[in-house]
C-alpha cells in the first residue's frame, strides 16, 4: 500500500458471515449419524458447489471451472489482472463419509471471506487473488486423494483423473457431468504466484497446548496400499487349521505386522481402514481379503523402508500358507516440505495479532502439497477440540475459526500489498 494513499479502506474481516456460511454449507449432505456426506463430485457436493458458486458472483468474482471440475473464483489485480501472479487461498469442499463441518470448507470459505473483505473496503489488489475449490481431496469416493490440485500442478493428466472410477464403475468425468461441473478449462491453465491454506488441525497438538496457531512447515508422506489374499474356501468344522489356505488369516496377520511396524518405528503410522472377506459366511474359511493400508511418516526413507517390509512380510507370509497375495498401490506422496519465507510471514503475521502460536508438520494430506510442486506455499492451523476430525463431533471454537481467518487475511494483504 502507498504510504501517500489517505483514501484506502482498511481490510475488515467479516466473521459473522463467515461462521453463517460455514453453517450453511455444512447443513449440506447432512446424514442421520449427524454429520454430512458429500463424497466428491457426487450430487450432495454438487449443491455445495452451487452454493459456493453462487457466493462467489455475490461478490463479483470471476468464476471458472477446469476440465477436472476445479473451482476457482478471481478478484482481478490492477488494470484488470495484469499485475503480476495470483495469490490463491483455497481448500476443498467435498467430505469423507459422516464428517465435521470445518475440515477443507473452512479454508474455502476463509479465502471467500478475504475476497469479501477486498469487496467490502473498495481496494483492488495489486495482482489477482483467487479462492480456489479443489476436487476429491479427500480421496474417498475416487483414488488418489488431493486428485483436484494434483491435476492442477501437473502430476496426473486430466485425461488420467477423468478417467478415474469409483467402487461401481462410474468415472470422475461421468460424475462431473452429472452435476455440471465438467467445465471447459485445462488443468493448469494459470501460474499460481503462491498457495496459502487454512485448515483446523485435525488433530490434538494446538488444543493440547492451549495455542491459537499452527504454523505449517511440511506434511509427511503417504503411501496407500491395497493389498489381497486369496486362498481356498472350505468346511470351517472339518478342515483341519494346519491344512488350511486361508486368506484371512493372511489379512489379519499382516494387519497386526503393520502395527507392531508403525510401534517400533516411533514416528510411522499405520492404518487399516477398510477389509473385506470373501465369501462372508460364519461358517466357510475366507477364500479372499481384501485390505487397504494407509502408511504415513514424515521421512521419506522411512517411509520407503516401511513400504519394503509390508511388501516382504505379505509375500513371505503366503508363501508360508499357500496363499497368493496382490499389493496394489493406490497413492504414493514424498514428504513436502513448505516455503520457509511464507511460513516466517504467517508467524510474524501471528505475533503482531498477538496469537500465540508453534511451527509443525501435518499429519494430513492436504491440497497444499501438491501445490508446493508448482509455487511457494504455506498452511495456516487452528485448534481441533480433542484432536477430532473426519467425525460429527468435529469441533473448532468460533474464536479460534476467526482468529484462523484473521491470520489469512492479513498474510494476503501483506503479499497483496502495492509496493
Known amino acids: 500500500m502507498k504510504k501517500d494513499d489517505q483514501n484506502v479502506q482498511p481490510l475488515r474481516l467479516d466473521g459473522q458471515t463467515l461462521v453463517d456460511q460455514l453453517q450453511i454449507l455444512a447443513s449440506v449432505g447432512s446424514d442421520p449419524r449427524g454429520g454430512r456426506t458429500r463424497l466428491a463430485a457426487s450430487k450432495e457436493e ?16 470471476e468464476v471458472k471451472v477446469d476440465s477436472v471440475g476445479n473451482i476457482f473464483g478471481l478478484l482481478h489485480g490492477e488494470e484488470g489482472g ?29 479465502a471467500l471471506a478475504v475476497a469479501r473483505a477486498f469487496r467490502t473496503a473498495g481496494r483492488t489488489p ?16 475416487f483414488q488418489p486423494d488431493m486428485l483436484g490440485s494434483l491435476c492442477f500442478a501437473g502430476g496426473i493428466s486430466p485425461e488420467e483423473a477423468l ?41 490434538p497438538i494446538l488444543d493440547r497446548e492451549g495455542l491459537s496457531i499452527g504454523v505449517v512447515e511440511g506434511v509427511q508422506g503417504i503411501s496407500w496400499w491395497r493389498v489381497a489374499f486369496r486362498g481356498k474356501a472350505n468346511h470351517a468344522g472339518t478342515t483341519p487349521t494346519a491344512l488350511r489356505s486361508d486368506a484371512g488369516y493372511g489379512a489379519a496377520r499382516t494387519i497386526v ?21 470373501e465369501p462372508g459366511a460364519v461358517n466357510i474359511i475366507p477364500s479372499k481379503a481384501v485390505f487397504t493400508a494407509d502408511i504415513r511418516d514424515p521421512s521419506e526413507e522411512r517411509l520407503a523402508e516401511a513400504d519394503d517390509k509390508l511388501k516382504a512380510f505379505a509375500e513371505e507370509l503366503a508363501s508360508a500358507e499357500g496363499l497368493e497375495v496382490t499389493l496394489e498401490r493406490l497413492a504414493r506422496f514424498s514428504p513436502v516440505v513448505f516455503s520457509q519465507s511464507l511460513c516466517a510471514l504467517v508467524e510474524e503475521t501471528a505475533r503482531e495479532l498477538g496469537l500465540s502460536s ?15 510442486r508448482i509455487c511457494p506455499t504455506a498452511m495456516i492451523f487452528v485448534p481441533s477440540r480433542g484432536g477430532i476430525s473426519h467425525s460429527p463431533d468435529e469441533h473448532t471454537d468460533r474464536a479460534d475459526l476467526l482468529a484462523g481467518a484473521e491470520v489469512l487475511l492479513r498474510t494476503a494483504e501483506k503479499l497483496l500489498a502495492k509496493e
Open 126 to 141: 495489486s495482482r489477482p487473488l483467487v479462492v480456489a475449490a479443489f476436487t476429491n481431496e479427500e480421496g474417498v469416493r
Open 257 to 277: 505386522f503393520l502395527r507392531e511396524l508403525a510401534l517400533s518405528s516411533g514416528t510411522t503410522l499405520g492404518t487399516v481402514g477398510t477389509l473385506s472377506l
Open 358 to 372: 508453534r511451527r509443525m508438520t501435518s499429519g494430513a494430506g492436504h491440497d497444499a502439497q501438491m501445490m508446493a
Open 82 to 110: 495484469a499485475g503480476g501472479s495470483p495469490l490463491v487461498l483455497g481448500s476443498h469442499i467435498d467430505t469423507v463419509i459422516s464428517a465435521g463441518p470445518y475440515d477443507g470448507c473452512f479454508g474455502v470459505l476463509s
Open 46 to 61: 454438487g449443491e455445495g458447489r452451487d452454493l459456493l458458486v453462487e457466493w462467489m458472483k455475490e461478490l463479483d468474482l
Open 163 to 203: 478417467a478415474v472410477t469409483d467402487s461401481h464403475g462410474v468415472s470422475l468425468e461421468e460424475s462431473l457431468k452429472e452435476i455440471g461441473y465438467n467445465g471447459p478449462l485445462t488443468s493448469g491453465f494459470f501460474a499460481p504466484g503462491e498457495y496459502l491454506e487454512l485448515h483446523v488441525e485435525q488433530g
